[in-house]
């Protein structure tokens, strides 16, 4: 029978699981993940993105050769997704029309980016 404050002030040991081994739901220990070099091109959203663009965006960048690169657009012409890829950049878009820059150029001028 155990009577009320019987066991006031005094220590008490936590048990442990397994004759205190623990039970092996330890976080395991950190490990480094290198983290590599990576390009991302970003193009503005709701816009075709030319060969001019992915010229200028190239250009800019010093060298693809040791870096993962990526390039996000709305929407790429055909020329610009070569010339990206060529360079050897991943290029990921919301849309995939097919436009080629001279058709994008006739139907809404130079506001392609």
Do not use: C
Request: a positive charge.
């Amino acid at each position: 029978m155990v009577t009320p404050g019987r066991h006031i002030g005094r220590r008490v040991r936590a048990r442990g699981h397994r004759g205190g081994r623990g039970a092996g739901l330890g976080a395991p220990a950190r490990a480094a993940i290198p983290i590599a070099p990576l390009h991302l091109l970003l193009f503005p959203q709701h816009v075709v993105t030319t060969s001019t663009a992915a010229t200028r965006a190239l250009a800019k960048l010093a060298s693809l050769a040791e870096a993962l690169s990526f390039a996000f657009a709305h929407d790429a012409t055909v020329e610009a997704r070569a010339l990206l890829e060529g360079a050897g950049v991943k290029v990921l878009t919301l849309r995939s029309f097919g436009w080629t820059d001279a058709a994008y150029r006739e139907l809404h001028g130079n506001t392609g980016v």
